[in-house]
Nanobody
Framework: QVQLVESGGGLVQAGDSLRLSCVASGRTLSSVGMGWFRQAPGKEREFVAAISWSGDTTSYAISVKGRFTISRISRDNTKYTVYLQMNSLKPEDTAVYYC?????????????WGQGTQVTVSS
């Protein structure tokens, strides 16, 4: 079992910044890394960014590349905090953001999900 606790959402204005956090604990050794997804009202959940536990590999959706940065810190290589720094926020970034554990890479499989945190960007 892996436990995920998210925090950091809120209401901001366009152009502002926000940092989301997700703390992963439990049986993380069997996984590869973590990803962030988001789901806006009436839309499907979409990939935002991902990072390996080593921190060496990251990937981003085209829509957030250059504005969002994913990073992580580890404690004893079993407990991780993954951050999603979001800069230059736009109203279209409004969504519920979820962190998820990346269990496999090819193809990517996410098997544990956080509860979600709301991000609202006003124009």
């Amino acid at each position: 079992q892996v436990q995920l606790v998210e925090s950091g959402g809120g209401l901001v204005q366009a152009g502002d910044s926000l940092r989301l956090s997700c703390v992963a604990s439990g049986r993380t050794l069997s996984s590869v890394g973590m990803g962030w997804f988001r789901q806006a009202p009436g839309k499907e959940r979409e990939f935002v960014a991902a990072i390996s536990w080593s921190g060496d590999t990251t990937s981003y959706a085209i829509s957030v590349k250059g504005r969002f940065t994913i990073s992580r810190i580890s404690r004893d290589n079993t407990k991780y905090t993954v951050y999603l720094q979001m800069n230059s926020l736009k109203p279209e970034d409004t969504a519920v953001y979820y962190c998820a554990i990346l269990a496999r890479v090819s193809p990517p499989v996410y098997d544990y999900w956080g509860q979600g945190t709301q991000v609202t960007v006003s124009s």
